[in-house]
């Protein structure tokens, strides 16, 4: 599933591509993706809608349009948004097309059909992006806020991670590689951090988010970019998918374990 730093590099391949553009047409070939929206609606919403920009909150894209109106697009497991020039026929897994004032097709794929795609007239009506917690790289992510945060919840550290409503954002590749950037167990209970621990997580979740941003995201199985280039954080990945590798450091074998049906690999020595 796309992370943070893999939906800010589809939200900066796609302000470089369609911002400007307007909305002309839009197709749905499956209508999984609208919700309850009668696929018709959803068209005619959006069409003749100029791309003002597009923002990321959490691991949602918004399509910010002119007149004022919003796209709330979230692609789960296998979402997609490519760019192609005008085609005859829908490829498999297409979903929705929109077509472009320049004679380009932007079209959102998702062979799950689990990604969504919602239309408001305000962000405020956007019930997705109700409750989403502090975006990690923003100002207000802080020593304080987060000491505070964490000292609320007995949950261990990566499920604490994982919670959309905690730092919005991560998911399970990226919470892995904080905790060891930050030399934490992902067992450790939240309230069990002292402020040493608090700076080391808050600067471990910048770091590992900047770099994974600037290397394009993380490319495992589903996620490609807009131009179908593959991401490269794969290749840093210290813990995430390396069960049984020797840890870079110190080359004690990682560990696989099952925290809330979810793999987490550390590396028992690094992190306590
Ligand atoms: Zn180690």
């Given at each position: 599933m796309p992370e943070l730093p893999e939906v800010e590099t589809i939200v900066r391949e796609l302000n470089a591509a369609?911002?400007?553009?307007?909305?002309?047409r839009v197709r749905v070939?499956?209508?999984?993706?609208?919700?309850?929206?009668?696929p018709g609606v959803f068209a005619q919403r959006l069409?003749?809608?100029?791309?003002?920009g597009i923002e990321r909150r959490g691991k949602y894209l918004i399509f910010r349009l002119e007149p004022r109106r919003f796209l709330v697009a979230h692609l789960r497991m296998t979402g997609k948004f490519a760019l192609s020039p005008a085609l005859a026929s829908p490829a498999p897994h297409h979903r929705v097309w929109f077509g472009l004032d320049d004679g380009a097709l932007l079209v959102f794929q998702?062979?799950?059909?689990f990604g969504t795609l919602r239309v408001v007239d305000?962000?405020?009506?956007?019930?997705?992006?109700?409750g989403l917690g502090v975006?990690?790289?923003?100002?207000?992510?802080?020593a304080a806020w987060l000491a505070r945060a964490l000292g609320q919840s007995r949950a261990p550290l990566k499920s604490w991670l994982l919670h959309q409503g905690h730092i919005?954002?991560?998911g399970n590749i990226y919470a892995a590689e904080i905790l060891f950037a930050a030399r934490?167990?992902?067992?450790?209970?939240?309230?069990?951090?002292n402020a040493h621990e608090v700076q080391r997580l808050l600067r471990a979740t910048r770091r590992v988010l900047r770099l994974a941003i600037r290397k394009n995201g993380t490319t495992i199985s589903d996620f490609a970019r807009v131009d179908s280039k593959r991401g490269e954080f794969q290749h840093l990945l210290?813990?995430?998918?390396?069960?049984d590798e020797a840890c870079?450091?110190?080359?004690?074998p990682i560990a696989r374990i099952v925290q809330a049906q979810r793999s987490t690999f550390y590396c028992p020595q690094c992190q306590c």
């Open positions: 369609v911002t400007g553009r307007r909305i002309e070939l499956r209508a999984d993706a609208l919700g309850e929206v009668p069409a003749g809608r100029a791309i003002a998702d062979a799950r059909c305000s962000l405020a009506d956007a019930v997705q992006l109700e975006e990690p790289l923003s100002r207000d992510f802080t919005a954002g991560l934490l167990s992902p067992r450790r209970p939240a309230n069990s951090l210290k813990v995430y998918g390396r069960a870079a450091v110190c080359r004690t």
